[in-house]
């Protein structure tokens, strides 16, 4: 019976089925079970202790008109015990999710550093199994103790969360919530392994970080529905919209698109996980996918700026919808920094695609049928401008939409040409980062992300540090990778003037990257009758 199990768990899962056998051993299940036995024993004995009922205070005590503690007829404090078990409630739920993210975070991108440096990692690579089954296997497997260990924890959970009043559909929702998170996070640290060599540390440092505030909300809806006579109308999240859909109007509504959220973009991890895992050279995405992910994450945006329960008059006079352009804005230049960095091949891709392309840039079929536009526009291995060129054209069009919607007319013009002016920066700073992947040291990566963050933080900087504030100084604010915040202020000359001159600085880098790409593609013989040394394969 056992064997027909196991064997069933293999077929489905082999990568599974080795971890289990690596994990479950007597000696590390006794310590699991022990230790998460003890620690439910402890919580409670120590919120027991803090009941304090030989003495004549608690903090869990009912109280009277004077707010001392009640006491019964033969002297004893009269214990809240709904308070008792929701402080209880309160305290697991931050325990154990925690201890199942950071934990499971920790053990999981430990086990691929071992089997990275002990060169297994490759030999699972070779394996039949699907990247998507091994990683699922690595995942569900290699923290099997842990979710043992938390397993036992979940009835004196729910127990306390019965006691405490919490509603059971809340306590399930709960439950699916943290599942689909856990899911969100574990993807999202074995990307980050695959891209930071698996360190384990600062990949569980992280997870808290983005974690924690997801934590506080969930647990925040469990204190609220637990107290008496709670009205969800006057919770901060009821007026909560997306594309004018109330999804803040009840907590059900509101878990179901954080589910739907945290499905979606535990999807694309997974397709970026998927290329990383069966090719440790190749891009996190190709560049269709990353048309897809960047209309998926505009629209995600733009659902929240459209809400029907504002005041447009009001909208007008406070200018909010500026400050929402301004948010929009900086959350996409850190979105497209990211975007520029999983799509951008390095010098090997790039020298193979130019030597090895068959067809050149003319050819006979028309220009946008041509095999190098649309190599640019889909290929795995060619440069990343255009691509990026493409998905800022798919960012302004939708946002671009959105700012001739607004109901007032003064700052639409500065808004779109706010617009173009940021889609400009993006662009240079696209083809800064393809020019310098290609340099011939092993650190291109490093002098890249160096050089794009000295671009954009430094002239901020600078610029404060001279008293030239952007109301007084936009033209020069303008020259930042945050013009945004100045295009309201500028006046039309200066801003036509810059984007000129960013024209010019993005045809400068095209050609440079175009010489490169002609220079890579030269074959060797050639290259030495020219007496020109001929580009190295790395």
């Not at 199994?129 to 296997?137: D, K, Y």
């Not at 090719?279 to 960047?294: D, E, G, M, P, R």
């Not at 929402?324 to 497209?336: A, G, P, Q, T």
């Not at 993006?426 to 992947?437: D, F, H, R, S, Y």
């Amino acid at each position: 019976m056992n064997l027909l199990w196991m064997e069933r768990l293999g077929d489905w899962n082999p990568q599974f089925l080795r971890e289990l056998k690596g994990q479950l051993k007597t000696r590390k299940l006794a310590i699991a079970i022990g230790v998460s036995l003890i620690g439910q024993f402890l919580l409670v004995l120590y919120f027991y202790e803090q009941l304090n009922l030989d003495g004549t205070y608690s903090s869990f005590c009912v109280r009277n008109s004077n707010y001392n503690c009640r006491l019964d007829a033969a002297g004893q404090i009269v214990i809240e015990w709904q308070q008792w078990w929701q402080t209880i409630f309160s305290v697991l739920n931050w325990i154990l999710p925690l201890i199942l993210l950071l934990a499971g975070v920790h053990m999981i991108i430990s086990d691929l550093g071992k089997e990275e440096r002990r060169g297994t990692l490759n030999f699972i690579r070779l394996s039949p199994q699907s990247s998507q089954s091994i990683l699922t296997g690595k995942t569900l497997g290699v923290p099997i103790l842990v979710y043992l260990g938390v397993a036992l924890a979940l009835p004196l959970h729910c127990w306390s969360a019965i006691s405490a009043g919490v509603p059971f559909y809340l306590l399930v929702s709960f439950y699916l919530l943290s599942g689909a998170s856990y899911c969100f996070f574990y993807s999202a640290a074995l990307l980050y392994g695959f891209l930071s060599g698996f360190q384990a540390a600062s990949a569980s440092f992280l997870t808290f970080v983005f974690a924690s505030p997801l934590l506080s909300l969930m647990n925040s809806s469990a204190y609220l529905f637990s107290q008496a006579n709670f009205d969800w109308s006057n919770s901060g999240r009821y007026s909560w919209q997306w594309f004018y859909i109330p999804i803040g109007s009840n907590l059900l509504l509101a878990d179901a698109f954080t589910f739907l959220n945290f499905g979606l973009w535990t999807y694309w991890i997974w397709q970026a996980l998927n290329r990383r895992f069966s090719n440790s050279n190749a891009t996190l995405l190709s560049k269709k996918q990353s048309y897809w992910i960047v209309a998926c994450f505009e629209l995600l945006l733009l659902g929240f700026c459209l809400q029907n329960n504002l005041n447009p008059a009001k909208i007008a006079e406070s200018s909010s919808l500026w400050g929402d352009l301004s948010l929009v804005e900086s959350v996409n230049l850190l979105w497209f920094l990211g975007l520029i960095a999983a799509l951008s091949p390095h010098r090997q891709a790039l020298q193979d695609w130019a030597r090895y392309r068959r067809d050149s840039i003319s050819n006979r079929k028309g220009f946008w049928k041509s095999n190098l536009i649309q190599d640019l526009l889909w290929g795995e291995k060619s440069p990343s401008l255009v691509a990026v060129a493409v998905n800022l054209g798919i960012k302004t069009v939708i946002w671009g939409a959105w700012i001739l919607s607004w109901p007032q007319n003064t700052h639409k013009i500065s808004a779109i040409l706010g617009l173009i002016v940021s889609l400009n920066w993006i662009l240079i700073l696209a083809g800064i980062v393809q020019t310098l992947l290609f340099l011939k040291t092993e650190k291109r990566s490093l002098w890249a992300g160096i050089t794009v963050i000295a671009l954009i933080v430094f002239p901020p900087i600078f610029f404060t540090l001279l008293s030239m504030p952007f109301y007084q100084s936009s033209g020069i604010w303008l020259l930042t990778a945050f013009p945004w915040i100045a295009a309201k202020e500028a006046s039309a000359i200066p801003v036509f003037l810059t984007i000129l001159g960013q024209w010019s600085v993005t045809a400068l880098l095209s050609l440079q990257v175009t010489r490169q790409m002609r220079l890579a593609g030269e074959s060797s013989s050639k290259a030495i009758f020219a007496n020109r040394p001929s580009a190295p394969a790395r």
